[in-house]
C-alpha cells in the first residue's frame, strides 16, 4: 500500500539554525500539507500546497517557515532560524485531491530545539 | 472559529471491555466529522467518517454517529483488543466557505491491557 514518508524520524538542532524537514508523498497525489503537534497539544495546520504554490497557511506559518517541492517528488518544510518553541512533531500529509477528506499522513519528524 | 475538545486520556481498558472516547465541536455550517488513529510510530490514518447529521461512520467494529443536536460524534467500540492501543484524534473539516483544512483535537491515548 502506498504510503507517505518522512526523513529525518528525529532532528534534534540548536535555536537559531536552520532545518529542512523532508517529505515523499504518494507519488499521484496532488496536494500538500504541513501540520504540527508540540507535545500534549492540538494536531495543528501549517499550510497546504497545491500546483507549486502555498493555496493556505495559518498564523503559525510566518516568514521563518517555508516549503517548496525542490524537485518534483520531496516536499520540505524549512525553518529558517529555529526556536525553543518550535519543538514539536510535524506531519506532512497528502491528498488526491482538495476536496477529498482522506488525507494520508506520514510518521511525523519530531524536532527538538536546544 | 471551529473546535474540537475530546476526552483526556489515556483512557485504560482491560481486553473486551466496552470502549467509548467523547468527542464534541464547534463549527459553522455543516462540517464533516472524522476520527483518526495513530499507532506507535506510524502517522495518522483515517479510521471512519461521517459527512452529514445522523450519519454513522463505522470500520474495524469502531463506531461513531454525526449528532447534530448535540454536536458530537463519539467513537465507540464493543469489544476492545490490545492492538487497538493507539492515540485517536477526532477531526471536523469545513465543507464550504473555501477552506477544507480539518480541525483536530488533542488525541485521546487508548491503553488496552490483556
Redesign the interface.
Known sequence: EP??T?TPSHQVTQMGQEVILRCVPISNHLYF?W?R?IL??????LV?FYNNEIS?K?EIFDDQFSVERPDGSNFTLKIRSTKLEDSAMY?C?TGAA??S????????TRLTVT | GNSVTQMEGPVTLSEEAFLTINCTYTATGYPSLFWYVQYPGEGLQLLLKATKADDKGSNKGFEATYRKETTSFHLEKGSVQVSDSAVYFCALSPTSGGSYIPTFGRGTSLIVHP
Open positions: 504510503e507517505v518522512q500539507y501540520y503537534q500534549g497539544q492540538k494536531v495543528e495546520f497546504s493556505e495559518s506531519f500529509a482538495e476536496l477528506y482522506e488525507q494520508y499522513f506520514g510518521p511525523g
